[in-house]
């Protein structure tokens, strides 16, 4: 009985085996997409053009035949392409995409004035004949630039009047970025060099109108003189969203001359008070005595 049960239990594990060794080799032999092309980001507004490659086995069979190129955002179809129908191309509106393909390159398709809602997760779908398939996703960011570039701003201690910079004053500036989506990365250069970790504080985004954001980012430390180059100081405050937004805006800060003697304050003597005492009473019996005299 007990070799009974062991043979049955080696002939169906021989069986899962052979079963899962069929579809490897199945799905192995079939149709691989090589790469698609579905871009990180791109702007509102702009046309994208999505590529699916593929490659079939070269073989005579019906595993070497395309049956269906497929392309989905999440789960709903949008493209599907097959040789033998008439006409070959057909397109889904209801994926909430304005798209346009020519039916000449399978696996080809624009979307054309992408909105927002265009963002997210793109697959490309291969299946041959024998429906071996393979699909390969990418995730692609919808960008709302902002129309201008960063705002950069300094503020001076109360009482510091003049506009330009000293060795050894305390410098304090702003990077902002208005209504961006998605959020955007900020840094601080100072003369072309990017700003060390501990001169800037930590970056802040909130909520703007419409889903938008602004971002911040501070810029604090004491200036040294090794800061200025012949006499100036350039503070750079660049924005980067992917690959689709980059701008930088620039600020010049200016070296003041040295303070002279004669526009430093006055100190008073140390005896001023007692001496300017003793000139009015002179002054005081001066005039009695001469009041007198003319009497």
């Known amino acids: ?48 053009q999505l590529r699916c490659y593929y490659s079939l086995p070269k073989e005579n069979d019906r595993s070497g035949k395309l049956y269906a190129v497929n392309w989905y955002k999440g789960q709903l179809e949008f493209y599907s392409y097959k040789p ?32 927002t809602d265009a963002g997210g997760v793109y697959k490309c779908e291969v299946l041959s004949e024998t429906y071996t398939m393979d699909m390969v996703e ?4 919808v960008v709302v630039a902002p129309s201008g570039g960063p705002i950069v701003q300094t503020y001076k201690p109360l009482g510091m009047i003049s506009p330009d910079y000293r060795a050894g004053d305390m410098l304090r500036a702003n990077c902002l970025l208005l209504n961006a989506k998605p959020k955007a990365h900020l840094a601080w250069y ?10 800037t ?4 985004n909130e909520p703007s109108i419409e889903g ?37 805006s620039n600020m010049r800060i200016y070296e003041a001359p040295p303070r002279s003697a004669k526009n430093s304050p ?3 003597p140390k005896n001023s008070g007692s001496s300017e005492l003793n000139h009015l009473l002179i002054l005081y019996f001066v005039v009695i005595k001469t009041t007198f005299s003319l009497q």
């Open 1 to 48: 009985m007990r070799v009974y049960i062991h043979n049955r239990i080696n002939m169906i594990f021989n069986k899962v085996i052979s079963s899962c060794s069929f579809l490897f080799f199945s799905f192995a032999s079939g149709v691989r997409i090589d790469r698609i092309e579905v871009p990180d980001a791109a702007l509102v507004d702009t046309d994208v």
């Open 190 to 199: 100072i003369n072309g060099e990017k700003a060390p970790s501990t001169y």
């Open 138 to 141: 990418k995730n692609m960011t």
């Open 84 to 115: 033998g129908r008439v006409p070959p191309v057909q397109l889904h509106p209801w994926a909430g995409l304005e798209i346009e393909a020519d039916g000449l390159t399978p696996g080809s398709v624009r979307i054309k004035r992408i909105t």
């Open 212 to 248: 938008f954001e602004n971002n911040e980012l501070p810029l604090q430390f004491v200036i040294l003189k090794s800061h200025f180059k012949d006499g100036k100081m350039d503070l750079d405050c660049s924005a980067v969203i992917g690959n689709v937004y980059k701008k930088t």
């Open 201 to 204: 504080g930590n970056a802040k």
């Open 266 to 268: 006055q100190l008073m």
